[in-house]
């Protein structure tokens, strides 16, 4: 049995680098569908070119392209002992996809990051000028915002009647967050 962590929240709220230093400290697999889809585009597959506009433009990837690439990707040896998803489920379609792996691979944690929308913008604006990531617009950032709450936000409340949710306050010191997450691996 192989328990997933879902990283939940908006762009910005650096489910990224928490996710990369939970998953080192705990053993995990790392996934994050964002950077596998950047990995698409760059290398120019038929996935990566339908990706490519929707990334752009702050857009979702269809369900079922995204759900199809995480599965394998669930398949891969380095995730027997369990995964963090930073960046999906983003829809109560990607969510339920889970929900049929559930005695191989059970949603054991849910993190929902929490951080206000002008230190977001404030975030996504400087990772843009520091990484030239596309999507990194002012443009883009509305649209993803918008989509948020939307299509992910529902997911929340979806977890919580499961009772998953771990709220997690993601403004401060990056290793006083990390405090907040890992302890929840220890117990
Ligand atoms: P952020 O959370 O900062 O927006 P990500 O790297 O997680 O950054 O995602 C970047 C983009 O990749 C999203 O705006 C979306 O277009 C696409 N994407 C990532 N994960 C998913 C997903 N689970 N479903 C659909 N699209 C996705």
């Given amino acids: 049995m192989s328990e997933l962590n879902i990283f939940l929240g908006p762009p910005g709220a650096g489910k990224g680098t928490q996710a990369l230093k939970i998953a080192t400290e705990f053993g995990l697999a790392h996934i994050s569908t964002g950077d596998m889809l950047r990995e698409h585009v760059s290398s120019g597959t038929e996935l990566g070119n339908i990706a490519k506009s929707l990334l752009d433009e702050g857009k979702l990837v269809p369900d079922e392209l995204v759900i199809k690439m995480l599965l394998e990707r669930l398949n891969i040896e380095d995730c027997k002992n369990g995964a963090i998803l930073d960046g999906f489920p ?66 929340v ?31």
Avoid: C, H, W
């Fill in 90 to 155: 983003r829809t109560l379609p990607q969510a339920k996809s889970l929900e049929s792996l559930d005695k191989e691979f059970p949603v054991a944690r849910v993190f929902v990051f929490e951080v206000n929308e002008d230190e977001l913008v404030k975030r996504i604006l400087l990772r843009g000028e520091m990484t030239g990531r596309s999507d990194d617009t002012k443009d883009s950032i509305k649209v993803r915002f918008e989509v948020y709450k939307q299509d992910t936000q529902p997911l």
């Fill in 157 to 187: 409340d979806f977890y919580n009647e499961k009772n998953l949710v771990n709220v997690i306050d993601a403004v401060g010191e990056v290793e006083d967050i990390y405090n907040s997450i890992s302890r929840y691996f220890k117990l």
